[in-house]
């Protein structure tokens, strides 16, 4: 008797802990999160002259104030870039880093990622697919990343038989429980099936080894039409 409720008294703690873990995991990693960047932030202040800094007339250190200096110089460099004089200036630095080598292949990189990303008329990373990967009948979530290049499309037809026939589409495959790595693959249409879920529901799956439901809609497997 004194051992079952023993038993009992140790699943009960056990269920506490792991309840109060579960409470505060996702707080401490959040408020880790927004430290980083907030501290990260402040460094910018560190750039100004030591008598312009707000810690040498304040007296104290204010932390945060670098996110509002990041946020003005965001929105200054984005009306200057608005205008035609600012269009020309950004051309003629692109210019500049388009000139040396290696550095212009990374800067080049980073520029046409970032607007595709962040540009309103993206169509990256909206549609969330069910693709064969690593081999066919193994289904993995990916995410459609665009059309495949002209010059690629040839390649993979290199015949124009009816197996070879169709468009391929470019996927990107996240690694889990990292999303921020992963494979950039080039799959059939018709090997490829939509998903009715969001971009978010289909990221908090990967992310969360499958545990975390999509809880709107159910996973269509039909193949497009």
């Known amino acids: 008797m004194a051992s079952s409720s023993g038993s009992r008294i140790g699943k009960a703690i ?3 802990l792991i309840t109060g873990v579960l409470v505060w995991l996702p707080i401490m990693v959040t408020l880790w999160v927004i430290g980083y ?7 910018l202040v560190t750039f100004l002259p030591q008598h312009w800094q707000p810690q040498s007339w304040l007296g104290v250190k204010i932390p945060g104030l670098g996110v509002f200096a990041a946020v003005i110089v965001l929105l200054v460099t984005g ?8 269009r020309k200036f950004i051309s003629a630095w692109d210019a ?7 550095v212009k292949s990374i800067y080049s990189g980073v520029k046409k990622v970032s607007e595709s990303l962040l540009s309103d008329s993206r169509q990256s990373f909206k549609t969330p697919v069910l693709v064969p990967f690593p081999q066919p009948n193994i289904w993995t979530v ?3 990343s665009g059309k495949t290049p002209a010059v690629i499309q040839q390649s993979l037809h290199p015949s124009n ?32 099936r939509p998903l009715n879920m969001s ?27």
Do not use: C
């Open 96 to 102: 500049l880093w388009g000139r040396i080598p290696v």
């Open 37 to 43: 960047i907030v501290s990260a932030a402040d460094q």
């Open 199 to 225: 971009v978010d529901e289909a990221l908090k799956y990967v992310i969360s080894l499958g545990m975390v439901q999509p809880e709107s809609t159910p996973i269509k497997l039909a193949k497009p039409e």
């Open 161 to 192: 038989t009816a197996e070879n026939d169709g468009e391929y589409i470019a996927v990107y495959v996240p690694t889990t429980p990292n999303p921020t790595g992963g494979y950039y693959i080039m799959v059939h249409k018709n090997d490829i």
């Open 142 to 144: 990916a995410f459609v």
């Open 79 to 86: 009306v200057l870039a608005a205008n035609v004089l600012g």
């Open 14 to 16: 056990k269920t506490y």
